[in-house]
């Protein structure tokens, strides 16, 4: 038997599991097992749960369905245990390095014990110091093991269920199990502190609990407080009925209604139902309160006479006065110019326009990429509502006729994002934007995620460096309302990478439908555009952007590539989009098409694909044509930008590491061999889950016209895709 079973629910945090498994994995002490709490087989954390097990033994995943709640998945994976001691922890926390030995430390001088109570640290994302609200609580303690009633402070509704470990066999002689429902820590903590004779505590940090920056979903306004007061009612009536000392009864009453008084002095907490949530709180009061028991003094001892009394008109008149002392006239970002910060200030006084949405790509760079596949299908299934697309002044000449636009900084701009209920981006909007009770911003990204974004970039100097304030960036997640997903890989890491309270939409990138919907006729207009040859292979080299270096440079010699390569080869060079060259320009056998409006266009265009670490490939994977990396200073980028994955272990295709292999690979025809077919299968298989040629749709029904997930239309299998032809026969995977 185990020293520790360690359950991990896993739900909603996919992208941060890995984290909390390598802590557990990583522990010097190796007596215990691992029981990830997953979804269900295929979800993203139980793939990521299911790779943990292949390599070590120790892990065991089970599986919990959502609908269970955090209290069902800690059940399943109790049920699953077999360690002496059960641990708890979140599926976005960690332990801290030598958490296990120093509980195994701490049990061998103690002996068993029912309860183990140890301190956690609470880390904020980026501004403010870690805290330890256990520590207090766990400093009053008496040392070695001791009976409850010594320490009748610690009544278990205060801490987490994270924060301590307790004995299995104690769980199972008293039956104990999470009750369903939102704060299922209260009920769990008090009634086992009710039945527990022997407790001891660790006064040492066991877990690190990331908080989240919107904080705790508990407190989240819903109907789902209510269940505050069941959780209350359940261990007050468990206390009446064990005979619960006064000594003990007086702190647990204490601590249960401070719960309770600071949501009903809260109103955005409950939107709806206030009076009720009050009123049943103060028959609980009257009820459970202790023979005896005196209220706190000062403001809290008030509100503690007002419930008693059930004097609703009294506690609400206080808790306005209250606000009122405290409050603080909220400061609005502000655009520049006093007139323009005047015109937005007045756009916002004026109703939500829900008929008005508003797009913009690459921060106004153009017509393009996810954002514009939305707009073209809106246009055709939401013609109701208008739409403006954004872009700098000099891009202004690249919008499509029948698009209307406005210039980013203008009057017009302003007011159009003041009154729109849909604000659609694929990287952020202005800081001076204000998210308005109403709107919908979704932000749909611009490629699947090889290295690393987000706050995951802050410890990578030179692009933290580059990116400014973490805390601005995550000022502007908190806008957004859903997140786009192109496969399971890119759920993962936009939740670590960018962390929020948004819905991520696993429906596939709309820039990649026309990989899936393009013809023949539609491959050879491109083709012509582009100028590139009849007869000739095309291939598209699109190097990514260096964080190290100023400005771009191509890193091939590409008319040499062309001449040892074959004569059959062109070039069409796309530099990344920070590089912009202008208009086309066309030197022998390579075509630069990097001013090129559409990216999916030159993809069409191209029989192959050349690249290093550009999120292209994943794109260009759904067209099933071959893929090379050229990875001359993968070492020096993977150092300096931090990748998710090692792409040298699970490439698309060949990998060239100097022009004269990246030559032959092409001259040999390995290229569009069968062994450059078997691994765009596997990479394609993990990286073009959900781009079926139906995502703008599934877009626009879900977020602009408000249809339910269940009525939109499913992802086609990938076996099933037909993609667009090539110019040239190609081996398909």
């Not at 065991?60 to 609908?67: E, G, I, K, L, T």
């Not at 204000?434 to 690393?452: A, E, W």
């Not at 290229?671 to 079926?692: I, P």
Request: net charge positive; proline share 8%.
């Amino acid at each position: 038997m185990p020293r520790f079973s360690i359950i991990v629910p896993s739900h909603g945090v996919a992208g941060r599991l890995a984290q909390a498994l390598d802590s557990v994995l990583a522990q010097s002490f190796g007596d215990f097992e691992l029981v990830p709490v997953c979804d269900a087989p295929g979800s993203p954390a139980s793939d990521v749960a299911a790779r943990y097990a292949e390599r070590d033994s120790r892990v065991a995943p089970v599986h919990a369905p959502p609908s269970a709640g955090l209290a069902g998945a800690r059940n399943t994976g109790m049920r699953r245990a077999t360690g002496a001691y059960l641990l708890f922890l979140d599926g976005d926390d960690t332990l801290v390095p030598g958490a296990l030995a120093a509980l195994d430390a701490r049990l061998a001088r103690t002996g068993p014990v029912d309860v183990l109570h140890f301190e956690h640290e609470r880390t904020p994302w980026w501004e403010g110091e870690p805290g330890n609200p256990a520590a207090p609580l766990l400093a009053k303690a008496p040392d070695g093991a001791f009976a409850p009633g010594r320490a009748p402070h610690l009544t278990g509704v205060q801490l987490p269920a994270w924060s301590a470990a307790w004995r299995r066999a104690f769980v199972t002689e008293h039956r104990l199990a999470f009750p369903d429902g939102h704060f299922t820590d209260i009920g769990w903590g008090g009634l086992a502190m009710l039945s527990a004779e022997r407790v001891a505590v660790l006064r040492a940090v066991v877990v690190r609990h990331l908080l989240r920056r919107q904080g705790s979903r508990l407190n989240l306004p819903g109907a789902h407080h209510a269940e505050l007061l069941d959780q209350t009612e359940l261990v007050l009536a468990r206390a009446a009925e064990r005979g619960l000392s006064a000594e003990r009864s007086g702190p647990l009453f204490e601590q249960l209604f401070a719960a309770v008084l600071k949501t009903a002095a809260h109103p955005r907490r409950l939107p709806s139902g206030r009076r009720a949530f009050f009123r049943r709180a103060s028959t609980l009061y009257r009820r459970h309160r202790p023979a005896g028991y005196r209220p706190p003094g000062g403001s809290l001892g008030v509100q503690h006479r007002l419930l008693a009394a059930g004097a609703y008109p009294a506690f609400t008149a206080l808790r306005g006065a209250r606000r009122a002392v405290t409050r603080a006239v909220a400061s609005v970002p502000r655009p520049r110019g006093l007139r323009t910060r005047l015109l937005y200030r007045m756009h916002l006084c004026r109703p939500l326009d829900p008929n008005l949405a508003v797009y913009c790509a690459y921060w106004g760079r153009g017509y393009a990429c996810n954002p514009a596949a939305i707009h073209a299908r809106a246009r055709e299934l939401a013609p109701h509502i208008r739409s403006v697309f954004l872009v700098e002044a000099d891009q202004a000449h690249t919008v499509p006729d029948g698009v209307e636009y406005a210039v980013i900084g203008s009057r017009r701009s302003w007011e159009v994002l003041a009154r729109a209920k849909y604000l659609i981006n694929n990287a952020n909007f202005a800081e001076g934007v204000v998210k308005r009770p109403g709107s919908v911003h979704l932000q749909t990204q611009h490629g699947t995620p090889l290295k690393t974004m987000g706050v995951d970039q802050s410890t990578y100097p030179v692009v933290a460096a580059a990116t400014g304030s973490f805390t601005k960036l995550l000022g502007r997640v908190d806008r957004w309302d859903y997140n786009l997903s192109s496969n399971p890989h890119s759920t993962r890491m936009w939740e670590r990478a960018f962390p929020g309270s948004y819905e991520q939409l696993e429906y596939g990138y709309p820039r990649n439908d026309v990989y899936c919907t393009a013809g023949a006729e539609d491959v050879a207009r491109v083709r012509a555009e582009l100028g590139v040859p009849e007869g000739k292979v095309a291939v598209l080299y699109a190097p990514t952007h260096r964080d190290h270096r100023t400005g771009f440079e191509t890193g091939l010699d590409l008319e040499a590539f062309c001449e040892a390569a074959g004569e059959d080869v062109v070039v069409l060079l796309r530099a990344h989009y920070f590089y912009d060259r202008g208009g086309p320009r066309t030197g022998g056998r390579v075509i630069d098409v990097t001013a090129h409006r559409s990216a999916e266009d030159v993809c069409l265009a191209a029989d192959a694909l050349v690249t290093d670490y550009s999120s292209i490939m994943f794109d260009y994977a759904n067209l099933d044509r071959p893929i090379v990396v050229y990875a001359d200073d993968w070492d020096v980028y993977r150092e300096t930008r931090g990748v998710y994955f090692d792409l040298m272990a699970e490439p698309p295709g060949p990998v060239a590491r100097t022009p004269e292999e990246l030559a032959l690979v092409f001259r040999d025809g390995t290229w569009a061999g069968a062994e450059s077919a078997a691994l765009r299968a596997g990479f394609r298989e993990r990286f073009c889950a959900f781009d079926d040629g139906r995502a703008a749709e599934r877009v626009v029904r879900r977020v602009l016209l408000g249809e339910p997930p269940e009525a939109l239309p499913p992802v086609t299998p990938l076996a099933e895709r037909v993609p667009a032809p090539a110019a040239a026969g190609l081996v398909r995977s």
